[in-house]
């Protein structure tokens, strides 16, 4: 009977923990930035560094998972190595809970794209191009870049009108 009942509790136990283990991991508020801001984070997030927004600087930034590839645009000559954070990893660093993401550049220019185009080979918050800090002429200081050369769906009009430079704000919405 002893045997049974210890079998009993180590298989509820190994339950509980798979379900812990299974459970959504929140992001927690992060540090506040120390140098310029160059990208906020605001709307249904559940991590910020002060008033319900997420203020990243260039170290912030570079702190978060970083990703890079190679491609061509229709905007540049050849190709360059991009890097930065996948729109995928921020929204998850920030537990955005939503159906679209609100990108604006520091003109004002906005796009509206569904959250669920943020995929794991899909957009890339750039800051690099070719390791080198992106300036505003060279549309930095964040430019939203897909991997084009490599994915056939993102040579459209659709992705070009969303690969937006010069982004400074992001809102997650319902």
């Known amino acids: 009977m002893s045997v049974s009942i210890l079998r009993q509790s180590l298989l509820g136990a190994n339950f509980a923990l ?6 959504p991991v929140f992001a927690q508020d992060m540090a506040a930035p120390t140098g310029d801001v160059i990208l906020t ?20 930034f570079a702190a978060l998972p970083q990703h890079s590839f190679t491609t061509g645009t229709i905007w540049t000559k050849g190709t360059a190595t991009y890097t930065g954070v996948l729109l995928r990893d921020l929204l998850a660093a920030v537990g955005a809970k939503g159906d679209t993401v609100m990108l604006t550049a520091l003109n004002d220019y906005l796009i509206e794209m569904p959250a669920s185009d943020a995929l794991e080979n899909g957009p ?14 060279d549309k930095g200081p964040i ?9 056939a769906e993102y040579r459209s009009e659709q992705t070009y009108a969303r690969s937006i430079w010069q982004l400074n704000r992001i809102e997650v919405a319902d």
């Not at 890339?124 to 002429?137: E, H, I, T, Y």
């Not at 430019?143 to 994915?151: A, C, E, G, R």
Request: glycine share 6%; proline share 4%; aromatic share 6%.
């Open 18 to 23: 798979a379900a812990l283990c299974a459970a």
């Open 41 to 60: 984070v605001s709307g249904n997030i559940a991590s910020s560094n002060g008033n319900d927004v997420l203020a990243l600087d260039a170290e912030l």
């Open 124 to 137: 890339l918050l750039a800051n690099l191009s070719d390791g080198q800090p992106m300036s505003l002429r």
């Open 143 to 151: 430019w939203l870049v897909y991997p084009y050369d490599d994915v």
